[in-house]
């Protein structure tokens, strides 16, 4: 049996999504358990990282304190988000994929840049009705950052949230990062 766990950074953190879970129970009872370490940028927020490392690390560390590394999967999104500014409540970001987002890029003809603490790569653009966007989202760079934590951490892997989003270099570092059994 598995669960998929909200991301959290103590026993005692407050809120509906946190309270919900008791990260040392869902770990004697479950084979494994999902640490959903996504949507710090989520599509009703301002613009963000949607996985931004420190904040998965700082999860996944207190995740350990819980439940043994052998039973900790990473949750981890395979798409990113195209928020309208300024940002204004109520309003949605609109998901995209990492190829969706290098295109967009491509044809608006603006650099991607990175940013290094984050390990996540963004972008600004303006639309044609001169509206300004950013654009946060995986790619390879930052899958690999996630990969590194995993296997620095001794996990049991990755667990992917809307997998069937077009992202072909996701599987070339699967490849050369792991070793995939299939069950």
């Known amino acids: 049996m598995s669960t998929a766990l909200a991301p959290k950074v103590s026993a005692t953190q407050k809120g509906s999504w946190y309270e919900a879970h008791d990260y040392k129970v869902h ?20 613009a963000m990282p ?13 995740a350990l304190t819980e439940i043994p590394a ?8 395979l798409y990113g988000y195209d928020w309208t500014l300024p940002f204004v409540k109520g309003s949605t970001a609109r998901a995209i994929s990492p190829q969706t987002a290098i295109l967009l890029a491509a044809d608006n003809k603006v650099s991607i840049s990175y940013d290094t603490t984050a390990q996540a790569p963004y972008f600004d653009y303006m639309d044609t009705n001169r509206k300004r966007h950013t654009v946060w989202f995986e790619d390879a760079r930052s899958i690999q950052a996630k990969f590194n934590l995993i296997k620095e951490l001794a996990l049991r892997g990755i667990s992917y949230w809307k997998l069937g989003i077009p992202f072909p270099q996701n599987w070339l570092l699967i490849k050369d990062n792991f070793d995939v059994v299939k069950r």
């Open 50 to 62: 949607v996985s931004p490392l420190p904040q998965v690390k700082r999860v996944i560390e207190y």
């Open 27 to 46: 770990g004697q009872v479950s084979d494994f358990v999902v640490i959903m370490t996504y949507e710090w940028g989520y599509s009703g927020g301002p």
């Open 70 to 77: 052998s039973k900790i999967m990473m949750g981890q999104n």
